[in-house]
Nanobody, 113 residues
Framework: QVQLVESGGGLVQPGGSLRLSCAASGFAFSRYVMRWYRQAPGKERELVAGISSSGGSTNYADSVKGRFTISRDNYKNVLYLQMNSLKPEDTAVYYC??????WGQGTQVTVSS
């Protein structure tokens, strides 16, 4: 079955960087669009970024454009999210997603001084 395991979260100061990873297994990773979502306390889960199956096309939420980069390694079956210039409002649990409804367990990102 589909397994998605996120890692790379943690506590970082404003302006810092983190790289999230999502190790995928149990499906043909290279054939699927992949997405990162996040959910902050008391808020709904929101789409952060998406990437096509080949990696040639990406899209981002306006709130992270120019700061976050989504990428994938179809040989290693890993999805990445490089997060730069982090802000306190980026604090959330970040989830890896295979549409429509397969999710990882999430990784906590906290941006605070």
């Amino acid at each position: 079955q589909v397994q998605l395991v996120e890692s790379g979260g943690g506590l970082v100061q404003p302006g810092g960087s983190l790289r999230l990873s999502c190790a995928a297994s149990g499906f043909a990773f290279s054939r699927y669009v992949m997405r990162w979502y996040r959910q902050a306390p008391g808020k709904e889960r929101e789409l952060v970024a998406g990437i096509s199956s080949s990696g040639g096309s990406t899209n981002y939420a306006d709130s992270v454009k120019g700061r976050f980069t989504i990428s994938r390694d179809n040989y290693k079956n890993v999805l990445y999210l490089q997060m730069n210039s982090l802000k306190p409002e980026d604090t959330a649990v970040y989830y890896c997603n295979v549409p429509p409804n397969s999710w990882g367990q999430g990784t906590q990102v906290t941006v605070s001084s």
